[in-house]
């Protein structure tokens, strides 16, 4: 037998679910995948190690997006990204590749929230080339709309930077 008083409190519910997901979905965190293309100048010397990472509007350090260099224990070298990462393991796990030699380009695809645009972040490049000078904030790049395909470009061993939403 068809029961009305369920089916009417069955659909009041869905109702107020629906109405509900409609109200909190502007509030959800929308993200975008945003491509990084790290272009190395022609230096003299070996493989570069990169730390590529996100800083706050007030230049705190956030998040690791990648690091380019195998070996732990040459991360140090990347000094401003390993002090604000305290170069933990978990900061970097699951994101590092093979070091990049002079003329290549590194490129990287990560999610990044839509918040973190037009609000101050910067993608930040360390870089460290063996027997040769470490560059702490070899290029910074302010992460913004306007931005977005503008190359930007580096102090030292990084010749530029361009990011794509």
């Known amino acids: 037998m068809y029961d009305q008083t369920r089916t009417s409190g069955m659909k009041k519910w869905l109702s107020a679910v629906a109405l509900a997901s409609v109200v ?4 959800i965190a929308q993200a975008r995948d945003v491509t990084i293309a790290t272009q190395l100048s022609h230096y003299r010397g ?3 190690y990169l730390a590529i990472y996100l800083t706050d509007s007030a230049g705190q350090y956030q998040k690791t997006l990648w690091v380019a260099g195998k070996k732990s224990k040459y991360y140090k070298h990347l000094s401003d990204w390993a002090r604000g990462s305290h170069n933990s393991r978990a900061e970097y796990d699951g994101r590092t590749g093979a070091s990049i030699t002079r003329g290549e380009t590194l490129q990287i695809t990560v999610n990044l929230d839509d918040a973190l645009i037009d609000s101050g972040y910067r993608i930040l490049v360390d870089s460290a080339v063996e027997d040769m000078r470490d560059r702490p904030a070899d ?4 992460l913004t709309t306007a931005g977005a395909g503008k190359p930007v470009t580096g102090q030292g061993y990084v010749q530029s930077l361009t990011y794509t939403f």
């Open 139 to 142: 290029i910074m790049a302010p």
């Open 24 to 27: 909190a979905l502007p509030g």
């Open 46 to 48: 070996d493989g570069a």
